[in-house]
């Protein structure tokens, strides 16, 4: 018996037992799907949170400050000091706080960012309407904001905001921009505040402490060396490390893969399990499939079928049933992650290397656990199958 018949054979033996065949693949299918599910999920959070933070601007360092007392935090001027190096091509110091912003009749409670007119290019902030902050605005503590598309349709509704005057805290402010639509990241919306002049800021909340500092690398080679003299700075001005942190856009990204890694290699293990127990249910099927076709064994036996032909046989009826099983599950699984991209708004992607690696490994489970029953019905003697009732 050739390979081509075996597979005949095989592919006859499944259509004579549809149901049984069905429920000795849906194993294997609910494994690979689930495979496929769980990685690309896993993938799919990763593409998304590192969209996130390459989002908000290129060779990015972030400076926090964590002083007590005295030493609480920066003056603007402290801040834009840290700017005055060699590789730094933006700065922008931000002063943040909870706020009521009112127009009319409605109120809303968001954040509040007073910077200045850099913080567009460091932080990759554009505008969808009007303008964004300009150093006049800065050097003359004007009372002008740009809302977050939140706070705007809170407001507003679907109407246009600029040139409008909404309260901050009581204070009149003008409406001079419309903030660009960011969407969510891990540390919440990034569309629910309102950003104002830093020096106004400094007034309005009766704060001229710094506590937040972004700087832009002009390239990524430069971002090592600006991280080591801006730590070295605020040193000399903390006196303590425990005072400050400093940390940049590829040290976060490179967290975030890794974490993200560890977290997709899991739910791959934890789906791979299944494939497992789908592989146990091939090898009871089989076993009874044995047992049921005793006779058949014993005819093929005698009238010439070699122990390696019945081997062969049952091998690959059991390799035919995974594979089937695999590419329905890798179906499955694809239509899977698309459902879930639409319900959760992420962007799912199947991976061809994985939707193989689940493939392949279904028609391992096939050939391992079909490789007893085979074996098996190999060697049973064809006096004692033909008597077999």
């Not at 690696?357 to 489970?365: K, N």
Request: charge should be positive.
């Amino acid at each position: 018996m050739n390979f081509s018949q075996a597979v005949k054979l095989a592919i006859a033996g499944i259509r004579a037992n549809k149901m049984r065949s069905f429920l000795t693949m849906l194993g294997v299918i609910i494994g690979v799907s689930a495979v496929i599910i769980l990685v690309s999920v896993g993938q799919g959070s990763a593409k998304q949170v590192t969209g996130q933070i390459e989002s908000l601007g290129s060779n990015l360092i972030s400076v926090n400050i964590r002083g007590r007392g005295e030493v609480s935090g920066l003056s603007y001027q402290e801040a834009l000091k840290l700017g005055d190096r060699p590789g730094v091509s933006g700065i922008a110091p931000t002063i943040s706080s909870s706020v009521t912003v009112k127009y009319g009749t409605k109120k809303v409670d968001t954040s509040l960012e007073g910077t200045n007119e850099q913080y567009a290019t460091v932080r990759n902030q554009k505008t969808s309407a009007g303008r964004f902050l300009l150093p006049v605005d800065i050097e003359y503590r004007q009372k002008v904001v740009l809302l977050g598309s939140e706070v705007s349709r809170e407001l507003f509704g679907f109407g246009n905001p600029i040139g409008q005057e909404v309260k901050i805290n009581g204070v009149k402010f003008k409406v001079v921009g419309l903030l660009e639509e960011k969407g969510s990241s891990m540390g919440g919306s990034n569309d629910d505040k309102v950003i104002i002049p830093i020096t106004t800021a400094m007034r309005l909340l009766a704060n001229p402490q710094i506590s937040s500092v972004s700087l832009q690398a002009k390239s990524k080679e430069d971002v090592d060396i600006v991280v080591r003299q801006v730590e070295a700075a605020l040193l000399r001005k903390f006196k303590d490390e425990d005072n400050y942190r400093v940390f940049n856009q590829a040290e976060m990204l490179s967290t975030v893969n890794q974490v993200t890694g560890t977290m997709t290699l899991m739910l791959g293990g934890i789906a791979g399990v299944s494939l497992l127990v789908g592989g146990i249910g091939i090898m009871n099927i089989m076993l009874v499939s044995v047992t049921e076709r005793t006779r058949e064994i014993g005819i093929r036996k005698a009238i010439g079928a070699k122990r390696r032909d019945i081997l062969r046989q049952f091998l690959v009826e059991a390799v035919v049933v995974s594979s089937m099983g695999g590419i329905l599950g890798i179906i499955v699984g694809m239509l899977g992650s698309k459902a879930i991209g639409t319900i959760m708004n992420m962007t799912m992607t199947v991976s061809p290397g994985v939707a193989l690696l689940a493939f392949s490994f279904s028609v391992l489970v096939g050939i391992f656990f079909g490789l007893f029953p085979a074996n098996k019905a190999s060697r049973l003697k064809p006096i004692d199958a033909l008597r077999f009732e």
